[in-house]
């Protein structure tokens, strides 16, 4: 088994597009890439910790490859944002991809260089690759939360914005 961690704005709009898919083990919401250990959700959400919001997927490779992984999370993101996603504004809703080992490294600085040169956006793809740090799980209450909550879940990803742009970006390309 492997980890593949990414940011994508709000983490409970980034479990679904992974969630019960063939080799996927589990999906961990957290925070990664900032300077104050332990972070609460609230001192994340403030955009003072410099953490991001991220999931942490662990996942078997032979079974559900590290590129796969990538080209759903592209779809998922708006990569041409570099303060924030969506309506969640900020750089603890930035995108990036957190990488836990030098081939993580190469397929995704490749797979960024693909997205940048296929011509889809008009706009310079600004998503980091850098090397993962220490992960920290989230509250219990954001695990699973489009289960736990699903009517709340549902209105927040509508209002978002997310699924107009994903439409309008990769459905009808």
Avoid at 109 to 137: M, N, Q
Avoid at 157 to 169: A, K, V
Wanted: aromatic letters at 14%; hydrophobic letters at 30%; glycine letters at 8%.
């Amino acid at each position: 088994m492997e980890k593949a961690t990414f940011s994508g704005g709000c983490f409970w709009c980034m479990v679904t597009p992974f969630d019960e898919l063939p080799g996927i083990a589990g999906i961990v919401s957290g925070y990664m890439g900032g300077h104050t250990a332990n972070p609460t959700y609230e001192q994340v959400k403030s955009g003072e910790t410099g953490h991001a919001e991220v999931v942490q997927i662990t996942f078997d490779p032979a079974l559900f490859p590290y590129e796969r992984l990538l080209e759903l999370y592209w779809m998922q993101i708006d990569p041409t944002d570099p303060d924030g996603q969506f309506h969640d504004r900020g750089s603890q809703y930035r995108t990036a991809v957190f990488y836990h080992n030098e081939r993580q490294q190469e397929e995704a600085e490749a797979s960024k260089r693909e997205l940048a040169e296929s011509g889809r956006f008009d706009k310079p793809i600004v998503t980091e690759i850098t090397e993962a740090s220490t992960f920290y799980p989230a509250e219990d209450y954001h695990q699973d939360y489009h289960r736990k909550n699903p009517k709340h879940y549902k209105e927040d990803r509508e209002l978002s914005g997310r699924d107009r742009f994903i439409g309008s970006h990769w459905e009808t390309k």
